[in-house]
């Protein structure tokens, strides 16, 4: 059913200092759920955050502490520790922890494991703005990057100190979903089906004129690929756009946002469904047989009627609705509250919001700060490339359809 790339993986999480180590109880919550086994190896400063008997309640396994432990060493030493799993993953993962892993240090049981592993290791940096920007900070994370050490986040936000900006730990399905990435074959949505809306729509005045937006389907046609790359099956039905469809996508070319909602609901049932076309909001009432001539009677009158909402058509749909239905809001102020009312009025489940205002550079660029909202709160992913949001986008939309239903959602933030 969940078709998880971690089933049945191991992985050896090592759980540093830090406020977030709180959320890193879900992400071992989210692993589990997923069949994979966590090991959890718990630092001195780690152990000020969460307890030994929480990580080994969720984990269900020895939680290791301690470099000299004489009972660890017994059961499992330090070298066998650091390979026997399939990924070591360092969430969260403080400056002082990858200062020690960019130095080589092997001072404690953590880094010890991670100097002596052979597996890949991937990091969760959670820590005060500052520090994160700090020259020594981000020399480490270049130098572990060269060395092929993987990272995800940090997220942009308030943090516990009363500071804003970025260093908060990805939240968990996010760092599930880098997991998944990392453990390779991940073909999470395989046997899943996803319709993509994408570019603008066409609407006719007269068989040679129209009404149109400068939408480029660049966002779109990354989510479909990106979709398809985690192995859904990818219906995309799209405007006319200057860019190919990416491969192993179904493309339904469109022309009008009537032929888009026809397009849409033919292509159900899907599991899930992401609405990024720029829709025309309206169209011509009655769109000219016959070219339009100019004539001395004066300039033609062009009466325009509401277009459909294909999201909120979808959304609303009794019969067919996909699990999980996703649009898109582009705003130019007050942008959480607005994506948080459009969410309720489409009635979709997820809305991927952003600014643009022209001073973001974001609108025809080839990057975007998005912020995800869902009924449950927003998450503010930091300023990537648009492809690298349709991967992120794509992997949480696994997350999600790779969960066995009767869980919580992985999308309810631990508070
Ligand atoms: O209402 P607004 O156009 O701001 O909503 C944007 C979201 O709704 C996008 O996801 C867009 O693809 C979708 N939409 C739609 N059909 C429309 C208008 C918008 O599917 N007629």
Same mark, same amino acid.
């Given at each position: 059913m969940t078709g998880s790339?971690?089933?049945? +993986?191991?992985?050896?999480?090592?759980?540093?200092?830090?406020?977030?180590?709180?959320?890193?109880?879900?992400?071992?919550?989210?692993?589990?759920?997923?069949?994979?086994a966590v090991t959890c190896v718990l630092t001195p400063s780690g152990a000020q955050f969460v307890t030994p008997l929480s990580l080994q309640a969720l984990s269900e396994d020895k939680v290791y502490s301690d470099l000299f432990s004489l009972t660890d060493e017994s059961e499992m030493g330090h070298i066998q520790l650091s390979r026997s799993a399939d990924l070591l993953v360092v969430a969260p993962a403080s400056a002082d922890i990858l200062a020690r892993m960019a130095a080589g240090l092997a001072s404690d049981l953590a880094s010890t494991v991670l100097?002596?592993?052979? +597996?890949?290791?991937? *990091?969760?940096?959670?820590?005060?703005?500052?520090?994160?920007l700090h020259p020594a900070t981000q020399a480490n994370m270049a130098?572990?990057?060269?060395?092929? *050490?993987?990272?995800?986040?940090?997220?942009?936000?308030?943090? =516990?100190?009363?500071?804003?900006?970025?260093?908060?730990?990805?939240?968990? /399905?996010?760092?599930?979903?880098?997991?998944?990435?990392?453990?390779?074959?991940?073909? /999470?949505?395989? %046997?899943?089906?996803?319709? *993509?809306?994408? %570019?603008?729509?066409?609407? /006719?005045?007269?068989?040679?004129?129209?009404?149109?937006?400068?939408?480029? %389907?660049?966002?779109?046609? =990354?989510?479909?690929? %990106?979709?398809?790359?985690?192995? =859904?099956?990818v219906t995309l039905v799209s405007g006319p756009v200057s860019i190919p469809a990416p491969p192993g996508v179904d493309l339904v070319p469109i022309e009008t946002a009537e032929q888009m909602l026809r397009a849409c609901m033919q292509s159900l049932p899907a599991d899930v469904a992401v609405f990024a076309a720029a829709v025309a909001d309206w169209r011509v009432a009655h769109a000219a047989r016959g070219k339009l001539k100019k004539t001395d009677a004066?300039?033609?009158?062009?009466?325009?009627?509401?277009?459909?909402?294909?999201?909120?058509?979808?959304?609303?749909?009794?019969?067919?609705?996909?699990?999980?239905?996703?649009?898109?809001?582009?705003?130019?102020?007050?942008?959480?509250?607005?994506a948080a009312d459009k969410l309720a009025r489409k009635g979709c489940d997820w809305i991927v919001a952003n600014d643009v205002s022209p001073e973001t550079g974001i609108m025809g660029g080839e990057e975007n700060a998005v912020h995800l909202v869902t009924?449950?709160?927003?998450?503010?992913?930091?300023?990537?490339?648009?492809?690298?949001?349709?991967?992120?986008?794509?992997s949480r939309i696994a997350v999600v359809l790779?969960?066995?239903?009767?869980?919580?959602?992985?999308?309810?933030?631990p508070g």
């Amino acid at each position: 059913m969940t078709g998880s790339s971690v089933a049945g +993986k191991r992985i050896l999480l090592i759980v540093a200092g830090g406020i977030a180590a709180y959320k890193t109880l879900e992400l071992i919550r989210l692993l589990r759920a997923q069949g994979c086994a966590v090991t959890c190896v718990l630092t001195p400063s780690g152990a000020q955050f969460v307890t030994p008997l929480s990580l080994q309640a969720l984990s269900e396994d020895k939680v290791y502490s301690d470099l000299f432990s004489l009972t660890d060493e017994s059961e499992m030493g330090h070298i066998q520790l650091s390979r026997s799993a399939d990924l070591l993953v360092v969430a969260p993962a403080s400056a002082d922890i990858l200062a020690r892993m960019a130095a080589g240090l092997a001072s404690d049981l953590a880094s010890t494991v991670l100097l002596a592993t052979d +597996k890949p290791v991937l *990091v969760a940096p959670a820590m005060n703005v500052r520090m994160w920007l700090h020259p020594a900070t981000q020399a480490n994370m270049a130098l572990l990057a060269q060395r092929g *050490v993987s990272v995800v986040g940090p997220d942009e936000g308030a943090m =516990a100190c009363n500071e804003y900006g970025r260093g908060r730990m990805a939240e968990p /399905p996010a760092i599930l979903a880098a997991i998944q990435e990392q453990l390779g074959q991940a073909r /999470p949505l395989a %046997g899943r089906h996803a319709v *993509v809306t994408s %570019g603008p729509t066409y609407e /006719p005045i007269d068989p040679v004129r129209y009404i149109a937006n400068r939408s480029s %389907g660049r966002q779109g046609h =990354a989510i479909a690929g %990106g979709l398809a790359a985690l192995g =859904a099956r990818v219906t995309l039905v799209s405007g006319p756009v200057s860019i190919p469809a990416p491969p192993g996508v179904d493309l339904v070319p469109i022309e009008t946002a009537e032929q888009m909602l026809r397009a849409c609901m033919q292509s159900l049932p899907a599991d899930v469904a992401v609405f990024a076309a720029a829709v025309a909001d309206w169209r011509v009432a009655h769109a000219a047989r016959g070219k339009l001539k100019k004539t001395d009677a004066g300039t033609p009158q062009l009466e325009l009627v509401q277009n459909p909402d294909i999201l909120a058509s979808v959304a609303a749909l009794k019969q067919n609705r996909p699990a999980l239905v996703i649009g898109f809001a582009a705003e130019t102020g007050d942008v959480l509250q607005n994506a948080a009312d459009k969410l309720a009025r489409k009635g979709c489940d997820w809305i991927v919001a952003n600014d643009v205002s022209p001073e973001t550079g974001i609108m025809g660029g080839e990057e975007n700060a998005v912020h995800l909202v869902t009924r449950d709160g927003a998450e503010t992913w930091p300023r990537m490339d648009k492809r690298a949001v349709a991967r992120r986008l794509a992997s949480r939309i696994a997350v999600v359809l790779g969960t066995p239903a009767t869980e919580t959602s992985p999308l309810r933030g631990p508070g």
